[in-house]
């Protein structure tokens, strides 16, 4: 069965950069589409990106200009990066998993949620 | 970007009773690329249908989605009481995904 957990600081500093981490188990990581959602009581869920195995990045054009998605297939995870953050970006975080282009997400972690406060 | 509106915003019924959910699409979703998530508090959303008709594996039948196009309809045929939660439709067909609103079903 796979599974996917999130992992990073709960807090955040307005203008710094939010890092989360993914590990995937019980599964390849390769082959995949691996996202990261997020989700707010305002803004419900929002989707922010996807990594393919291979390093081919796509991203929401509400955020491009402050995202970064990565890989590591030899550690089976996937990173976030979201840069000069606000309290809009307080929100839960969700990693989740494509079978493939134009597919759905089979997969989801847990969650972790991240507070942007001083 | 695709706009998925859902409605009701919340749904009010009994255990037993019938469900019908809807999601509308500001613009075609492309090949039924669609899907339908539950969500619990405190959870990660579940996946239960996806190219608008097809059921993820482990859900019961009493889950069943239709619709092509810019309309299509979550129904749950008999309410369970582990059913009442908050449902999500999703297009996945184009950049860049969107997900609905929600639809709360709570218990009447």
């Known amino acids: 069965q796979v599974q996917l957990q999130e992992s990073g600081p709960g807090l955040v500093k307005p203008s710094e950069t939010l890092s989360l981490t993914c590990t995937v188990s019980g599964g390849s990581i390769s082959s995949y589409y691996w996202s990261w959602i997020r989700q707010t009581p305002g803004k419900g869920l929002e989707w922010i990106g996807y990594v393919y195995y291979s390093g081919t990045t796509n991203y929401n054009p509400s955020l491009k200009s402050r995202v970064s998605i990565s890989i590591d297939t030899s550690k089976n995870q996937f990173s976030l990066r979201l840069s000069s953050v606000t309290a809009a970006d307080t929100a839960v975080y969700f990693c989740?998993?494509?079978?493939?282009?134009?597919?759905?997400?089979?997969?989801w972690g847990q969650g972790t949620l991240v507070t942007v406060s001083s | 970007e695709i706009v998925l509106t859902q409605s009701p915003g919340t749904l009010s019924l009994s255990p037993g009773e019938r469900a019908t959910l809807s999601c509308r699409a500001s613009?075609?979703?492309?090949?039924?690329?669609l899907a339908w998530y539950q969500q619990k508090p405190g959870q990660a959303p579940r996946l239960l249908i996806y190219d608008a008709s097809s059921r993820a594996t482990g859900i019961a039948d009493r889950f069943s989605g239709s619709g092509s196009g810019t309309d299509f309809t979550l129904t749950i045929s008999r309410l369970e009481p582990e059913d009442f939660a908050v449902y999500y439709c999703q297009q996945y067909g184009s950049s860049p995904l969107t997900f609905g609103g929600g639809t709360k079903v709570e218990i009447k």
């Open positions: 989740a998993r494509q079978g493939g282009y134009n597919y759905h997400f089979d997969y």
């Open positions: 613009q075609s979703v492309s090949n039924r690329y």
